[in-house]
Nanobody
Framework: QVQVVESGGGLVQPGGSLRLSCAAS????????MDWYRQAPGKQREMVAT???????NYADYVKGRFTISKDNAKNTVYLQMNNLKAEDTAVYYC??????????????WGQGTQVTVSS
């Protein structure tokens, strides 16, 4: 019903920037919430940032002031702008969306993940 595909990961030096993209597709009437999570090796998946359809945002303390979540409603795409990256930001980043479908049912989807590596 709903699918998401992430892109934009890669290798960056400490202090550098990356922008992740997450494109949602399928029978979408409305994207209700759009989140970014990450999972580092040996650690649990953790929430990074959340954006609601109304525009409210929430960030994990460890990314506040460095990461920005935004969306393009026309493209059903959510972005994560990551600045001043640190080695501890290294992880696989996952997009997660909750949506209302065209037949007014709820659906959610996870992306396949995109690797972000911060290293000199």
């Amino acid at each position: 019903q709903v699918q998401v595909v992430e892109s934009g990961g890669g290798l960056v030096q400490p202090g550098g920037s990356l922008r992740l993209s997450c494109a949602a597709s399928g029978s979408i009437f409305r994207l209700n919430t759009m989140d970014w999570y990450r999972q580092a090796p040996g650690k649990q998946r953790e929430m990074v940032a959340t954006l609601t359809s109304g525009g409210s945002t929430n960030y994990a303390d460890y990314v506040k002031g460095r990461f920005t979540i935004s969306k393009d409603n026309a493209k059903n795409t959510v972005y994560l702008q990551m600045n001043n990256l640190k080695a501890e930001d290294t992880a696989v980043y996952y997009c997660h969306v909750r949506a209302t479908t065209n037949i007014l049912r709820t659906a959610e989807a996870w992306g396949q993940g995109t690797q972000v590596t911060v290293s000199s």
